[in-house]
Every structure is written in structure tokens, then in C-alpha cells.
């Protein structure tokens, strides 16, 4: 359960830089996820840690250790990607015990700690398989039983859920966080969908374009994100509405809203659906639905007046259909500002 700090990497490919200059620590026995779209350079990051790719600056630390010029071997830090790169000749129990095999442990401990991996991901049984003969969850175990069989200080997954079907990758989800916590594994995890480092996460590092954006909590990245740019990566869609502060005020075509923290000046308001309510409306309603969207335990709905346009995530108790006339009231309370420009 090693501590990582990685100060003020960089890498650049072919003159382009890919990473720029990050630093963010991950305690012993903690998940952070790096969440970022595509092309962010997450998979690059995580190869930098693992010793696979050199950075051109910078250093990493495990416990305080500088492991930069550390082998990848002998790093301690086991990296599982998303296709799990199981050896397709060799069994189970074979591939679990690859890595032992590579580090010289003798025969009979070897078998023993196989035993123990696979039982810890709950394969046992499976021990002659071949990878072909399995699920893709049960590949996805295998993969971290074997990763695991080496008592790595660090665990790096790479979008490890990705390739399995919605039902398994919630399940894996649950499972390898689970053991994840019950081995204390320091784990860094890359992906690129909120949702999954909402849910797994101690911490959250956001990666946009080579650099860290926020580091925080899944709370704090949700609710308080550090920029336009973090919040759009981060949740469902929303509503953007452009508006101006006058002496702590906000004026926008929704109406005038308290903003006492705010300079004056151009904002945008970022006012996710939840906090958009809307009531069945009467005659002098003048907010009318456009679409519904039925997503079983919530409804999104799309209403608009007069050009503008709202999202608003409703509960299911009444069911409103398009062309419905209802009452809409924001709660701006809610509502996250961010300056667009200056007066
Ligand atoms: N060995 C390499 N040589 C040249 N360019 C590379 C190399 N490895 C990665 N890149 C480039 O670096 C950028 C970041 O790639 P990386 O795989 O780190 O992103 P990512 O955030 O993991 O994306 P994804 O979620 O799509 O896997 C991409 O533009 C990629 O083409």
C-alpha cells in the first residue's frame, strides 16, 4: 500500500506534448481515478508510472522513492489493461502463476498463493481453463487474480471495465473495489466515464488536453468543479445560460438571481436538470414540453418558452407528455457560475 506522488511529469511524442507538467499524490490504500476523455493522455500517465514509457521530466514516488529510473520490473506497480493480455496458451492457474514463475518463487508456494488469488476473485474451479473458455468477466477476474498474485505496492487499471457488457461491468465495478479495499491496494484507475469514477473513487484527478484540471473527491468534482471545462466532462447534460452580475445580482431571460460571491460581469450558469422543477401547469402556464425521455426512476424532459430551452430531470410520480402545458421554476441556489469574460 504504497503512496504515489508523481511531481511535474511531462512527455512529449514527436514534439507534441501529451502530458504537461502534472503532479497529484494518491495515498497508501486509496483509488484515485484519472478521468478525462480520450486522447486526454491518461493510458500514457499510467505507462509513465508503470515504468513502461519515460517521461522527459519529472519524477515519481513510491513511499518517498524515486522510481523514475527503477526498472519496470522492479517497480512493484502491476498494470491491467482493458483487454486483459492473457496469455492464450497457458491456463488459468498458469497465467495466474506467471509472474511468481517470472520472480523466481518456488513450486509449492506458487501453488499456494494461486490457490488463494483465485479463490479471492472466485474462480476457483477454473484452474485448467483456457482464457478462450471464459466470460469476459471471468477474464477480467483472471486478470486481476494474476496482477494481484505478485503482491504489487501499486495496482494501475486501465479502463478496465470497458469491454464488458453494462450488467458485468456494474458487478465488476462493486467486486474490484471491493477487494481493492479489502487489500489495501494502492490503485490508480484511468477512464474516461464519470459515472464509474463517481462510484469507485477516493479521489478523482480530472486530465483534459495533458494536464490536471481538479483533484478532489467524487463530491467536490460534482459538485464544486473548477472550471466550465471540468463540469462539462462531469454528469449528465445541462443547461448553460448566459447572463451578466451587476452588484451581486445575476440578470439572465430566467429572471434576477441573488450572486453575492460574484464580481460583476459576464457568466455562464451551469443549472443541472435536477434542480429545473416542473409542475402541471393551467391555462396562463407559458412553458410547454417539447420531448420526454422515460429513463424508468427519472423522466427527462426538454421544455421550452418562447425560444428558450430547458432540461429538467423529473421524478416519475406524474408522467408529462410533449405538448403539455406545465409551470417551471429553477432553483438557482443550485446553480454554479462561471465568468466568461469581463466587463
Ligand atoms: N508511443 C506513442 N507515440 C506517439 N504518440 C503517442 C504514443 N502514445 C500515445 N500517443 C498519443 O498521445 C495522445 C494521448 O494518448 P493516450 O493513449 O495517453 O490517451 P488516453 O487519454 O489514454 O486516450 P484513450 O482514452 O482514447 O485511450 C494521443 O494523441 C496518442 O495518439
Keep these: 500500500m504504497a503512496e504515489i506522488r508523481v511531481e511535474n511529469v511531462s512527455k512529449a511524442f514527436r514534439g507534441e506534448k501529451i502530458i504537461d507538467g502534472i503532479s497529484f499524490e494518491v495515498a497508501g490504500a486509496q483509488l484515485l481515478s484519472l478521468l478525462g476523455p480520450s486522447g486526454a493522455g491518461k493510458t500514457t500517465l499510467l505507462k509513465i508510472i508503470a515504468g513502461l ?39 488459468v ?34 484452474e485448467h481453463k483456457y482464457p478462450h473458455e471464459l466470460s469476459g468477466g471471468q477474464k477480467q477476474r483472471v486478470a486481476l487474480a494474476r496482477a494481484l498474485a505478485v503482491k504489487p505496492r501499486v495496482l494501475l487499471l486501465d479502463e478496465p471495465f470497458s469491454n464488458l457488457d ?29 459515472e464509474e469514477a463517481l462510484m469507485m473513487s477516493d479521489r478523482i484527478a480530472v486530465l483534459i488536453n495533458g494536464s490536471i484540471k481538479q483533484v478532489g473527491t467524487p463530491e467536490e468534482v460534482y459538485f464544486r468543479p473548477a472550471s466550465l471545462e471540468v463540469a462539462e466532462f462531469l454528469g449528465e447534460k445541462k443547461n448553460y445560460v448566459e447572463g451578466r452580475v451587476k452588484d451581486g445580482v445575476f440578470f439572465c431571460p430566467f429572471g434576477d438571481f441573488p450572486a453575492p460571491q460574484a464580481v460583476d460581469g459576464c457568466y455562464t450558469a451551469l443549472i443541472r436538470p435536477e434542480h429545473v422543477r416542473i409542475s402541471p401547469g393551467g391555462e396562463t402556464s407559458s412553458w410547454m414540453v417539447c420531448d420526454m425521455r422515460f429513463a424508468g426512476g427519472c423522466v427527462y424532459y426538454r421544455v421550452v418558452r418562447e425560444g428558450l430551452l430547458l432540461l429538467c430531470a423529473a421524478d416519475n410520480t406524474v408522467i408529462y407528455r410533449p405538448g403539455d402545458k406545465v409551470d417551471v421554476s429553477v432553483d438557482f441556489s443550485k446553480a454554479m457560475l462561471f465568468e466568461t469574460s469581463f466587463d
Design 53 to 91: 514509457v519515460k517521461p522527459d521530466t519529472g519524477e515519481i514516488f513510491f513511499d518517498g522513492v524515486p522510481v523514475v529510473k527503477v526498472p519496470a520490473e522492479k517497480r512493484g506497480a502491476v498494470l491491467v489493461f482493458q483487454d486483459y493480455l492473457l496469455f492464450p496458451h497457458l491456463t
Design 93 to 126: 492457474e498458469q497465467n495466474v502463476a506467471f509472474g511468481l514463475r517470472m520472480a523466481g518463487v518456488p513450486r509449492d508456494k506458487r501453488t499456494k498463493i494461486v490457490a488463494e488469488m483465485l479463490a479471492l476473485v472466485d474462480m476457483k474451479g477454473y
Design 166 to 194: 453494462p450488467r458485468l461491468r456494474e458487478s465488476m465495478r462493486e467486486f474490484t473495489r471491493d477487494l481493492q479495499r479489502r487489500m489495501e491496494m494502492t490503485t490508480i484507475l484511468v477512464t474516461h466515464d464519470w
